[in-house]
């Protein structure tokens, strides 16, 4: 049985959705928060041939929890997290967790994203300070002060390990576990008038693609190949 045709389709369909992946990582490089996306492939083995043959699984794609650089912007409603955990938006569908900490307060004291989604509390409320009330002072445990007086607290969350995530809108991800909310503050912590960047790092996602791209075509021409090969083979048996 002619096996090199079927594993080099299995390769090339891999490699597309890799490629789908960098070149959305790459368009996201300066987004704010963003999340870079990878992909998990493994080996699968078919013993229906004499000897078994490898092909690669199609991917599981899922997100980078490495964290970007935090850059200082000097903007008090400008929020980052250092360490792991998430701030907590509230979405059209449930809570959505984010690493994007750009914030502003709306005229009714209601502080949220610059898209109007409100911040939540460790329980889930969303946070409401004094429109008037002055500048907010916020420590790294997420207290919000305001004229010298505790007025709120930004929650942190935490999402359990082996979850399944997935993303919502462009920097923030859903959970189909409930986050922990953070409670002690020594590995995970707000930043304020920082801003936390992608965690992609655009020269070696391009360096990936072009890689990925080689190979595609060497993929491509494999496939080439062997349909000339089989064409060949069918002319010379139906003139024999």
Do not use: C, W
Request: charged residues 20%; glycine residues 10%; aromatic residues 4%.
């Amino acid at each position: 049985m002619e096996t090199s045709l079927p594993v080099a389709l299995s390769g090339q369909i891999a490699m597309e959705k890799r490629l789908e992946t960098l070149a959305h990582n790459i368009a996201n490089a300066r987004t704010v928060g963003f999340r870079a996306e990878e992909v998990r492939f493994e080996e699968l083995l078919s013993h229906t041939a004499p000897d078994p043959v490898a092909f690669v699984s199609k991917g599981e794609t899922y997100l980078s929890n490495k964290s970007g650089a935090l850059t200082q912007t000097g903007n008090p409603l400008d929020l980052a997290v250092r360490g792991e955990a998430f701030f907590a938006i509230q979405g059209d569908n449930g809570i959505v967790y984010t690493r994007d900490g750009r914030m502003q307060v709306s005229p009714e004291g209601m502080v949220q994203t610059l898209t109007g989604r409100p911040l939540l509390d460790a329980g889930g409320q969303a946070l409401q300070v004094d429109p008037a009330g002055g500048p907010l002072t916020i420590g790294g445990n997420g207290m919000i002060h305001q004229n010298g007086q505790e007025v709120a607290a930004v929650g942190l969350f935490r999402i359990p390990q082996g979850a399944n995530v997935t993303r919502a809108d462009t920097s923030g991800v859903v959970s189909d576990v409930p986050a922990t909310p953070v409670v002690e503050f020594l590995t995970d912590n707000v930043v304020q008038g920082y801003v936390e960047e992608a965690n992609v790092n655009p020269v070696q996602e391009m360096t990936r693609l072009i890689a990925l791209q080689r190979a595609f075509e060497s993929a491509a021409n494999v496939v080439q190949t062997n349909d000339r090969s089989l064409s060949e083979a069918i002319k010379a048996l139906g003139s024999s």
